[in-house]
C-alpha cells in the first residue's frame, strides 16, 4: 500500500491524462506500466490463482492422463493414442456419442421454440401476467436431482401418474422404464420442463427490446399476426436466438444430472450420453484414461461447435 | 423486467376473443409446468397406499407426515442441510469477492495482457467440467482435500461466469466518476472500495443471488468429492435417500420438498434479481 502511493505520486501531479499508459518519458512511462501491472494483477490473482489451479491445470492433467492406461489411483502407464483407437471401436463409446446429438438436436429447437412462445405470450396483454410469468420460471429453482427424481415419480411405468393420464384417456401403458425411445423421450421432456424458464427470459429481455412501432407499421401494411411473428419478432430477436443456442448446445451436450439420475444411461444404453458415459468409465470401472479421453472428445466437440457459431453467426458482435 | 406492457392492438381491436385465448393458453401453460411439483407435494404427504392404488387419483384422499418422520429418523437430514448451507455460504462469498476484483480489473484498468487474460479466463466458460472431472478428482486428492468441505468448495469457486457477469457490469461505470476520484489522489484499491464497490449493489445481489442457487443444487461435483455420508450436501443426500426407498416415493418426495424449499423461497422473493441477473447474463 505505502509503496503504491510512492509509485503513484507522479501521476498525481498530471492529473490530465490519468490512465493512458503514455506517458511523454519513457522511463516514467516505464514504472507506470510497471506499477500498472502490478495493480491489475494483484486484483487478478484471486481469479488467477482459482482458475489456473482448479480448471487449466486440471485440463492439462486430464490430456495428460487420457494417454496412460490407468485403474483406480495409480498413474498407469503410457499408452500413447490407443484410448483413442478403443474409442473407435467401441460401439458404447458411439451410442453414447448418438444419443448426445439426438438429445442436443431434439431438445435445443424444442426449448427455443416453447421459451419464444412463452415469451410472446407473457409479453402480450394478460391478466396476473407476473404470476404467469414466475410459474413458468420456477422450475428453474429446482435442483437437477430433485427435478429427475420427480420424473422418476411421474413416470414410473408401474405406479407413475403420466400412465394412468394416459391410460385415462385410452392409451395403454407406455414403458418409460423399460423401453428405449419411451425412456428418452421422458429425460427429454424433464429436460425441457427445467430449460424453458431461462430460454424464456432471455427471450423476454430480447422482445421488450423491440420498438412497438415497428409492430404497428406493419399492421398498417396490412400484415396479419403470422407475418408480424414471422417477419419483425423473429429477426428481431435474432441475437438472443444466437445465445441461446449457443447456451443450449452446451448445455445439452454436457447434460448429466437429469440423465444420471433418471435413467443411468439405461435401460441398456437407449439413454447413454458422453458424459454419464465418461462418468461411467472413470468412477464406476475405475478406467480414467479412458475416460478422459472421452472427455477430450466432448472438449473437441463443444470447441468445434463453438467455433462454427462464432464463424457463421452474423450477429457474433452482440454476444462480445 | 417488469415494464409496463406493449399493448399490442389486436386486443383493442377484438378485446374479447384474442384476450381469452391468450388467458387460456397461460392457464394452459403455467399447470402442465407446475403439475410435477404440484405432484410432488401430493405423495410427500400421501401414505404410501395411495400410490400404489391403480385408478387415477389427481388430489390427495388422506394425509400424513409420516413420510418426513421417516426421512428424521433414519437419515442425518439436518446435518446435510448443514452442509449446504456451509458450502454455499462460503462458495459465494469466495466467488462474489473473486469476480468483484476480478471484473473490476478487466472493466477499468489498463495493463500489459488483460485481454489475453481476459480471454482465457472467458474461454472456461466453454470448457465441460466433466472434461477434467476425473483430473480434478486427482487433484484434490492430491492436495489432500479429498472428502472434506474445501474439495467442493475450491473448484466450485473457480468459475468465469461470475467475473464475466462482474466485468460486463463495472465496464458501464461511467470512467469520469473513477478519473475524478483518481485525481483526488485515490489509488486503484481505494476507488474500487470507495467508488466502484458501491456502485455495484445491484451486480453484487444478481451475483449472490444466482451463485447460491447454482451451488445449493450442484450435483455432479459434489457427487465425486464428497466420500462420507456425514458430508453430503442436500442433492447428494436425496439421490442416497431415493436409493434406500426405491420406488417408495413418499419419503424421497418429502425430502426432495424440503430441499428444494429454500430455493423456491428465495427465488420467489428476489425474482426481479434473478430475472435481471439471466438476462444480464445474455444480453450486455
Given at each position: 500500500m505505502t509503496?503504491?502511493?510512492?509509485v503513484?505520486?507522479?501521476a498525481?501531479?498530471?492529473?490530465a491524462s490519468p490512465?493512458?499508459g503514455?506517458?511523454p518519458?519513457p522511463?516514467r512511462s516505464?514504472?507506470r506500466?510497471?506499477?500498472?501491472?502490478?495493480t491489475g494483477?494483484s486484483?487478478?490473482a484471486?481469479?488467477?490463482?482459482l482458475i489456473?489451479?482448479?480448471?487449466?491445470l486440471p485440463?492439462v492433467?486430464?490430456l495428460?492422463?487420457s494417454?496412460?492406461?490407468?485403474?483406480?489411483?495409480?498413474?498407469?502407464d503410457f499408452?500413447?493414442?490407443a484410448?483413442?483407437?478403443?474409442?473407435?471401436?467401441d460401439?458404447?463409446?458411439?451410442?453414447s456419442?448418438a444419443?448426445?446429438?439426438?438429445?442436443t438436436?431434439?431438445v435445443v429447437?424444442?426449448?427455443l421454440?416453447a421459451?419464444?412462445?412463452?415469451a410472446?405470450?407473457m409479453?402480450?396483454?394478460?391478466?396476473?401476467?407476473g404470476?404467469?410469468?414466475?410459474?413458468?420460471?420456477l422450475p428453474?429453482?429446482?435442483?437437477?436431482v430433485a427435478?429427475a427424481l420427480?420424473?422418476v415419480l411421474?413416470f414410473?411405468?408401474?405406479t407413475g401418474?403420466?400412465?394412468?393420464?394416459?391410460?385415462?384417456i385410452?392409451?395403454s401403458q407406455?414403458?418409460?422404464?423399460?423401453?428405449?425411445?419411451a425412456?428418452?423421450?421422458s429425460?427429454?421432456?424433464v429436460?425441457?420442463?427445467w430449460?424453458?424458464?431461462?430460454?424464456?427470459?432471455?427471450?423476454l429481455?430480447?422482445l421488450?427490446?423491440?420498438?412497438?412501432?415497428?409492430?404497428?407499421?406493419?399492421?398498417?401494411d396490412?400484415a396479419?399476426p403470422?407475418?408480424?411473428f414471422?417477419?419483425?419478432t423473429?429477426p428481431m430477436?435474432g441475437p438472443?436466438t444466437?445465445f441461446?443456442l449457443v447456451?443450449n448446445?452446451i448445455?445439452?451436450f454436457?447434460?448429466?444430472?437429469?440423465?444420471?439420475?433418471m435413467?443411468?444411461g439405461?435401460p441398456?444404453?437407449?439413454t447413454s450420453v458422453?458424459?454419464?458415459?465418461?462418468y461411467?468409465?472413470?468412477?464406476?470401472?475405475r478406467?480414467?484414461?479412458y475416460a478422459?479421453?472421452i472427455?477430450?472428445?466432448?472438449?473437441l466437440?463443444?470447441l468445434a461447435?463453438t467455433a462454427?457459431?462464432?464463424?457463421?453467426s452474423?450477429?457474433r458482435d452482440?454476444?462480445? | 423486467?417488469t415494464?409496463a406492457?406493449h399493448?399490442?392492438t389486436?386486443?383493442?381491436?377484438?378485446?374479447?376473443?384474442?384476450?381469452?385465448l391468450?388467458?387460456l393458453?397461460?392457464?394452459l401453460?403455467?399447470?402442465v409446468?407446475m403439475?410435477?411439483?404440484y405432484?410432488m407435494?401430493?405423495?410427500?404427504?400421501?401414505?404410501?397406499a395411495e400410490l400404489?392404488?391403480?385408478?387415477?387419483?389427481l388430489?390427495?384422499?388422506?394425509f400424513t407426515l409420516?413420510?418426513?418422520?421417516?426421512v428424521?429418523s433414519?437419515?442425518p437430514?439436518i446435518t446435510?442441510l448443514g452442509?449446504?448451507?456451509?458450502?454455499t455460504?462460503?462458495?459465494?462469498?469466495?466467488?462474489?469477492?473473486?469476480s468483484?476484483?476480478a471484473?473490476y480489473?478487466?472493466a477499468?484498468?489498463?495493463f500489459?495482457?488483460r485481454?489475453?487474460?481476459?480471454?482465457?479466463?472467458?474461454?472456461?466458460?466453454m470448457l465441460p467440467?466433466?472434461?477434467?472431472?476425473v483430473?480434478q478428482?486427482r487433484?484434490?486428492?492430491?492436495l489432500g482435500?479429498?472428502g472434506?468441505y474445501?474439495?467442493v468448495?475450491?473448484?466450485?469457486?473457480?468459475s468465469a461466469f461470475?467475473?464475466f457477469?462482474?466485468?460486463?457490469?463495472?465496464?458501464g461505470?461511467?470512467?469520469?466518476l473513477l478519473?475524478?476520484a483518481?485525481v483526488d489522489?485515490?489509488?486503484s484499491?481505494?476507488?474500487?472500495?470507495?467508488v466502484?464497490?458501491p456502485?455495484?449493489?445491484p451486480?453484487i445481489?444478481a451475483?449472490t443471488?444466482?451463485?447460491v442457487?447454482s451451488?445449493?443444487?450442484?450435483?455432479?461435483?459434489?457427487?465425486?468429492?464428497?466420500?462420507?455420508?456425514?458430508?453430503?450436501?442436500l442433492?447428494?443426500g436425496?439421490l442416497?435417500?431415493q436409493g434406500?426407498f426405491?420406488?417408495?416415493?413418499?419419503a424421497?418426495?418429502a425430502?426432495?420438498?424440503?430441499?428444494?424449499?429454500?430455493?423456491v423461497v428465495?427465488?420467489?422473493?428476489?425474482?426481479r434479481h434473478?430475472v435481471?441477473?439471466?438476462?444480464?447474463s445474455g444480453?450486455r
Amino acid at each position: 500500500m505505502t509503496q503504491e502511493a510512492r509509485v503513484r505520486a507522479p501521476a498525481e501531479s498530471r492529473p490530465a491524462s490519468p490512465s493512458s499508459g503514455e506517458g511523454p518519458s519513457p522511463r516514467r512511462s516505464r514504472t507506470r506500466r510497471l506499477h500498472d501491472a502490478v495493480t491489475g494483477y494483484s486484483f487478478l490473482a484471486p481469479n488467477l490463482v482459482l482458475i489456473g489451479v482448479f480448471l487449466f491445470l486440471p485440463l492439462v492433467w486430464a490430456l495428460l492422463i487420457s494417454f496412460r492406461e490407468t485403474n483406480g489411483f495409480g498413474d498407469g502407464d503410457f499408452v500413447g493414442l490407443a484410448n483413442y483407437q478403443r474409442l473407435l471401436s467401441d460401439p458404447a463409446f458411439w451410442r453414447s456419442l448418438a444419443n448426445t446429438v439426438l438429445f442436443t438436436a431434439l431438445v435445443v429447437p424444442l426449448s427455443l421454440l416453447a421459451g419464444l412462445g412463452c415469451a410472446v405470450l407473457m409479453n402480450s396483454v394478460l391478466p396476473a401476467r407476473g404470476l404467469f410469468r414466475t410459474l413458468i420460471i420456477l422450475p428453474m429453482a429446482i435442483s437437477g436431482v430433485a427435478t429427475a427424481l420427480i420424473g422418476v415419480l411421474v413416470f414410473d411405468q408401474n405406479t407413475g401418474i403420466a400412465n394412468k393420464l394416459l391410460g385415462a384417456i385410452g392409451i395403454s401403458q407406455v414403458p418409460w422404464q423399460s423401453g428405449g425411445t419411451a425412456a428418452f423421450i421422458s429425460v427429454v421432456l424433464v429436460t425441457l420442463w427445467w430449460r424453458i424458464g431461462f430460454n424464456m427470459i432471455i427471450y423476454l429481455a430480447g422482445l421488450q427490446g423491440i420498438s412497438p412501432e415497428l409492430y404497428e407499421s406493419a399492421r398498417l401494411d396490412g400484415a396479419g399476426p403470422w407475418q408480424r411473428f414471422r417477419f419483425i419478432t423473429v429477426p428481431m430477436v435474432g441475437p438472443s436466438t444466437f445465445f441461446l443456442l449457443v447456451m443450449n448446445v452446451i448445455y445439452s451436450f454436457q447434460v448429466f444430472d437429469i440423465i444420471f439420475v433418471m435413467t443411468n444411461g439405461g435401460p441398456g444404453r437407449a439413454t447413454s450420453v458422453l458424459v454419464t458415459y465418461a462418468y461411467e468409465r472413470g468412477f464406476s470401472t475405475r478406467e480414467q484414461g479412458y475416460a478422459a479421453a472421452i472427455g477430450m472428445v466432448l472438449l473437441l466437440v463443444t470447441l468445434a461447435f463453438t467455433a462454427l457459431q462464432w464463424r457463421y453467426s452474423r450477429t457474433r458482435d452482440l454476444v462480445e | 423486467m417488469t415494464t409496463a406492457p406493449h399493448a399490442p392492438t389486436p386486443a383493442r381491436r377484438r378485446p374479447g376473443r384474442g384476450a381469452a385465448l391468450r388467458l387460456l393458453a397461460a392457464v394452459l401453460v403455467a399447470g402442465v409446468l407446475m403439475s410435477p411439483l404440484y405432484w410432488m407435494v401430493v405423495v410427500a404427504f400421501s401414505p404410501r397406499a395411495e400410490l400404489l392404488a391403480t385408478d387415477l387419483r389427481l388430489w390427495p384422499r388422506s394425509f400424513t407426515l409420516d413420510n418426513f418422520d421417516r426421512v428424521f429418523s433414519g437419515f442425518p437430514a439436518i446435518t446435510w442441510l448443514g452442509n449446504s448451507v456451509a458450502i454455499t455460504a462460503v462458495v459465494t462469498v469466495l466467488t462474489v469477492s473473486v469476480s468483484l476484483l476480478a471484473g473490476y480489473a478487466f472493466a477499468q484498468l489498463r495493463f500489459r495482457g488483460r485481454n489475453v487474460v481476459f480471454l482465457l479466463t472467458l474461454s472456461t466458460m466453454m470448457l465441460p467440467v466433466q472434461v477434467i472431472i476425473v483430473s480434478q478428482f486427482r487433484l484434490v486428492t492430491d492436495l489432500g482435500i479429498y472428502g472434506t468441505y474445501w474439495a467442493v468448495i475450491l473448484p466450485t469457486a473457480a468459475s468465469a461466469f461470475g467475473v464475466f457477469l462482474a466485468r460486463q457490469f463495472i465496464i458501464g461505470i461511467p470512467s469520469e466518476l473513477l478519473d475524478a476520484a483518481r485525481v483526488d489522489g485515490a489509488g486503484s484499491f481505494r476507488i474500487f472500495f470507495q467508488v466502484v464497490l458501491p456502485l455495484c449493489k445491484p451486480l453484487i445481489a444478481a451475483l449472490t443471488l444466482l451463485t447460491v442457487l447454482s451451488t445449493w443444487n450442484d450435483f455432479a461435483w459434489p457427487l465425486i468429492a464428497l466420500k462420507e455420508n456425514s458430508l453430503y450436501t442436500l442433492p447428494i443426500g436425496l439421490l442416497y435417500l431415493q436409493g434406500q426407498f426405491g420406488s417408495d416415493y413418499g419419503a424421497t418426495m418429502a425430502f426432495a420438498l424440503l430441499s428444494v424449499l429454500p430455493m423456491v423461497v428465495l427465488f420467489l422473493v428476489f425474482q426481479r434479481h434473478f430475472v435481471q441477473g439471466f438476462a444480464r447474463s445474455g444480453i450486455r
